[in-house]
């Protein structure tokens, strides 16, 4: 629109205002009204399609997703609202895209979307089977170092972090602190929910641009069965302050051959919903770790309902007023692996920068380089010269679905583990998964051919495509 970055910014959050101010009078002419700024603004960052989908549910006040929408407007604090659409909206999707698209051009290197950084390996819980405790409780990344990995970010198109552990409110001060300095970022915390207070609550609303996913793994005697006594009921009720606070919270479920049922049962659903959670990202087990329980990986059978169940909650025929993601179901609509900077990137406490939050490999430390060298890093140039890594993307993964690929960039590169209590060979992890990949291969044609979204691998073939999206 001609319009200078911080000038679009501040007329995109006044026009935020005025439809927030008559919202309740009338919201569909608002929201339309919204919709044709964004397109005036975003214009190619989206289809055509786009938009006019987006219209259509506007204007069918009575399908799922417009009272999705409006139970989110009526039950959500105004800031978080204004915030998140700002944040997440021009920010990060429109102003954040642009610059990032010219970056990747520019470095010829892999530049993501959002970064996913651990402030501290310190957790207030000892669950069993995670990862995170093996690091121990004296790695953090310094508040300066937050700050200026964000800084650095910025300058590269980034203006979306993800904060997970250990657990990440007990650092909560910095956390806040962090949201108030970028406040044209948007956040968002991966947390056990046992650390939230009324006080936090207060905080996140003066911010408006932290939202949290909270961790739960089935009903009390599951969950608790791994998480520890009583943490089951310390959930329930943040959940109930954050939703009393009007704030923007899901859940982040690690579904497994055990609980897979569940946690995608309308029951559970049910109750979760009325808790006033929004979201849900579910993530496949992953046999991390020299002690992790291979057990736990889903047979073929189990992983195709998972798939089924997914898209049958997000339908319009479902009731269901939540949106669920499946980390590695979903991979037909990001086009297979995000991982190793495509889309996104772990930077861990100990300032390790991983391709992957469940690939613990890494030959860059953000304590010594820069973040554009890190980027650069030969595990991620790997995987940006690698990826899509299959053109079925219900095999997305170099490790989950395709091991002899994380094998052999691993060993090319010379990364070395950054588990530093139990370092695990890269031959003894995809070991576990290579079972698991033969298994899943024919299962997983057969699925993409006959259901995927984008037709099949006929429409995969185009890997530039995948890489410039």
Known sequence: MGLSHSAAR??????????????????EKNLIKLVDLTEKFMGGNFSQNTYDAIRKIICGKDSKWMRYTNKLLDELSPNVVKMTALNLGYEAAF??????????????????WLILMDPTSACNLHCTGCWAAQYGNKLNLSFDKLDDIVSQGKKLGIYF??????????????????????HDCEFHAFTNGTLVDEQFCRQMDEVG??????????????????????VFDKVMEAMELLKKHGQLFGLSICYTSK???????????DMIIEKGCRYIWYFH??????????????????REYMYHRVREIRSESCDKLIFAFDFQNDGEYVGGCIAGGRNYFHINANGDCEPCVFIHYSSANINEVSLLEALKQPLFMAYHDGQPFNSNHLRPCPMLENPELLMSMVEKCGAKSTDLESPETVEHLCGKCAL???????????????????????YMNEKDEIKNA
């Open 10 to 27: 501040l007329t995109y959050s006044a026009a935020i205002d005025s439809a927030l101010k008559y919202i309740g009078k009338d919201r």
């Open 95 to 112: 102003n954040g895209t642009k610059t990032i698209r010219k970056m990747r051009e520019l470095h010829k290197c892999n530049i993501p």
């Open 161 to 182: 972090y993800m904060l997970t552990g250990g657990e990440p409110l007990v650092r909560k001060d910095d956390i806040i602190k962090l949201c108030k300095k970028h």
């Open 209 to 230: 641009n932290l939202s949290l996913s909270l961790s739960l793994e089935g009903f009390d005697e599951v969950n608790d069965s791994r998480r520890g006594e009583g």
């Open 259 to 269: 609980n897979y049922r569940t946690v995608t049962s309308d029951e559970f659903l």
């Open 285 to 302: 087990y992953m046999p991390v770790g020299n002690s992790a329980a291979a057990e736990l990986l889903l047979d073929p059978d189990q």
């Open 436 to 458: 698991y990949a033969s298994e899943w291969k024919s299962r997983a044609d057969r699925l993409w051919e006959e259901n995927s979204h984008f037709g099949g691998t006929k």
